[in-house]
């Protein structure tokens, strides 16, 4: 629009509403959300004297941080502007030397405090992320000196948890252990099958046995996981890790098994932010340990450490190369970007070397900051072999390789198998139903073969009791059903489009349906496979719970459907059902998962997994994606995908833009 000669008041009320038109304009062509236009409004409304230019930056900042991104940085415009197809006139209004000034927008000081804004040096932020982000690093750095502890002590308990061997290698779980040992807060990363459940069982035993040494009372330690099938894979590796210790039986008893989740342990509260245990109300523990680290996000971060009290030692776990938290932040990402080359100080070098016998000299770096000396990174994967196919290809991915992944790909491998297109002969529902099992390499005994849905439906069949059956006959095959649907399972990168998780579930169905495997196709019926969207504290389900509905008589002798969930530990414990049922009646937020995304499937694996990528081109793809998706197989992967989907995966890499990293090395 052209200026013409008005008051100050009249023109930016013409130009805010000129603002707006684009904005509204860059929501229908799906630029930006109605949530970022209503944002920016929000800020004209609160302040029409404002330059049109923070309504701009206001719906700019609300749509990163709808895509994960706590902040908007300023010195990135160009790069994020080519990521998003943003229009060059955004551009042009932005190239100004200062930002405009109003009581809307405070500095890093936070001032005026009720500004939903905040500029902090060059990135820009809705208030609440900003606290997040300032009070998560102000809580870790507080947290990076030495606890005191004994060395002569911690020399001999690490002798007894990692006997002495004849190769000179680096052992990382030890390390890992020795510095963790010292610190009230830690960072044990690896890829898939480095150990680090095994490596943190021990850990805790070492600290128990520190303790007990010197006190009669143990450490009260908690274990969470951000979801609740991540807590439940680790309460099942944890009972094993701990069952194969060896410490005193005072000790094992003194290391907990039961695993929550995050939500559980804080304490959340239906339809609020807030928890029951924060800085006022405090957890009550010594540790706290948490797993699959990379899925938590930068808001229930700073809540887990807003309810720690000051004593307790934090350590996280987590695979640092996989797919960052749904919302926004990358919190591991961030702690752990200097951890490949290791980054430890001389002095630190010195003390490993004298309490574990480990020399990580080749490890130290002039520009060693404090953070790095509570990370330890696993790099021995003991689920692949070195002639794993699965291994290699995310050795591959992850390095970027895509020559080595192309030609991995290419070869016939008995662990992996490749269909170069996801619109082949055979349709995909197809594939999921047997497995994909004839275009593996080498064949397989039939009851060691890769499978497909097929299997959990067959249990679900040929295993189902009498109808005079007790409730425990009736338990013990409903986990047998669960713990079979966990043998396979189909990802998909997107939710929508031909390899999209929407389409696929219920063509699935309808195949399902059409060979007499189900019911029906819609609705709810036996067999089908459900997962949480929601929590639902009622119920004590949580976001990612995986359910199968079944047919069964209830108490009343009456046969009814019924979804079948894993029981939590504490069920276990308290009447020893190892399941739960809940009427489909009471679940309102849940999805059909023959197919789920691989957002949805971390904390998982699966001895198969089927993955499926999208042929036509798409932000989401991405090398972290592709590594994620990957390495939920135990045993065997199926990928189908063209080599161009593959590629554009491995040249594209998720970022998250964030000032936690700056923060937490200064």
């Known amino acids: 629009m052209r200026w013409t000669a008005c008051s100050p008041k009249e023109r930016a009320s013409m130009s805010h509403k000129a603002m707006l038109a684009m904005l509204d304009d860059a ?190 009372a143990p450490l009260r330690i908690r274990l969470a996981a951000p979801t609740g099938k991540a807590a439940a894979r680790l309460n099942t590796s944890i009972a094993r890790q701990i069952a194969q210790l060896e410490v005193p039986d005072t ?144 050795a591959a991915v992850n390095a970027g390789d895509a020559p080595q992944a192309h030609a991995l790909l290419a070869a016939p491998c008995s662990d992996m198998a490749w269909l170069a297109s996801a619109a082949a002969d055979t349709p995909l529902a197809a594939m999921a139903l047997d497995g994909d099992a004839d275009r593996f390499a080498s064949g397989h005994a039939s009851d060691d073969a890769p499978q497909g849905l097929r299997f959990y439906l067959q249990c679900l069949q040929n295993q189902r009791p009498a109808n005079s059956a007790d409730i425990a006959a009736y338990q013990q095959w409903a986990h047998a059903v669960l713990e079979a649907f966990n043998h396979f399972q189909l990802l998909c990168a997107v939710r929508q489009g031909p390899a999209g998780t929407e389409r696929l579930n219920r063509e699935i169905a309808a195949r399902l349906h059409a060979t007499g495997w189900i019911e029906a196709d819609r609705g709810w019926y036996e067999g089908r496979p459900v997962m949480m969207t929601r929590n639902d504290y009622s119920l004590g389900l949580m976001n990612g719970d995986v359910g199968i509905a079944l047919r069964m008589p209830g108490s009343d002798g009456v046969v009814r459907l019924y979804v079948a969930f894993p029981a939590t ?52 793809l991405t090398r972290e994606l592709l590594y994620t998706g990957i390495t939920r197989a135990r045993r065997w992967l199926s990928l189908v995908g063209t080599a161009a989907s593959i590629e554009q995966a491995l040249s594209q890499r998720t970022r998250r833009y964030s000032g936690l990293a700056e923060r937490l090395s200064s």
Not at 104 to 133: F, I, K, M, T
Request: net charge negative; with cysteine; hydrophobic share 45%.
């Open 27 to 216: 929501v229908t062509h799906h630029l930006l959300r109605p949530l970022d236009l209503a944002f920016a409004r929000f800020i004209g409304e609160r302040d029409p004297q404002a330059d049109p230019r923070l309504l701009l930056l206001a719906a700019l900042t609300s749509q990163l941080l709808g895509e994960g991104h706590p902040c908007l940085d300023l010195q990135a415009l160009e790069a994020l502007a080519a990521e998003h197809a943003w229009p060059r006139e955004w551009l042009d209004l932005l190239a100004t030397t200062a930002l405009p000034v109003s009581p809307l927008l405070a500095s890093a000081d936070g001032l005026p405090a009720n500004a939903p804004l905040v500029l902090d040096r060059h990135r820009l932020y809705l208030r609440r992320y900003w606290r997040y982000e300032c009070g998560v690093a102000q809580q870790m750095l507080a947290r990076l000196g030495a606890v005191d502890i004994d060395d002569h002590r911690l020399r001999a308990e690490l002798r007894q948890l990692f006997p002495p061997t004849d190769h000179a290698h680096v052992d990382w779980p030890r390390v890992a252990c020795a510095l963790a040992a010292r610190a009230a807060f830690s960072v044990i990363t690896g890829g898939p099958g480095t150990g680090k459940t095994t490596t943190v069982v021990r850990l805790l035993g070492l600290l128990q046995t520190l303790q007990l040494q010197r006190a009669a």
């Open 251 to 394: 000790v094992r008893a003194a290391i907990p098994m039961q695993v929550e989740t995050l939500h559980r342990l804080l304490g959340a509260r239906a339809d609020s932010r807030r928890y029951a245990h924060d800085r006022r109300h405090p957890l009550h523990l010594d540790v706290l340990v948490i797993d699959e680290a990379s899925m938590i996000d930068l808001e229930m971060m700073a809540a887990a450490l807003d309810a720690l009290p000051p004593h307790a030692r934090l350590i996280l776990l987590g695979d640092k190369d996989q797919l960052s938290s749904v919302e926004a932040g990358s919190v591991l990402g961030d702690l752990c970007r200097r951890a490949e080359q290791g980054h430890y100080r001389a002095d630190i070098a010195t003390w490993l070397r004298e309490i574990s016998s480990d020399d990580v000299s080749a490890y130290v770096r002039e520009d060693a900051q404090a953070l790095d000396q509570h990370i330890a990174m696993l790099r021995h994967s003991h689920r692949f072999a070195a002639d794993s196919g699965i291994g290699q290809l995310a």
């Open 569 to 620: 530990r504490d069920a276990q414990e308290q009447n020893g059902a190892q399941v739960r049922f809940v009427l489909p009646s009471r679940l309102g937020d849940v999805e059909t998962v023959y197919a789920m995304t691989v957002h949805k499937s971390q904390g998982s694996e699966f001895e198969h997994t089927m993955l499926v990528l999208p042929d036509e081109d798409s932000p989401i």
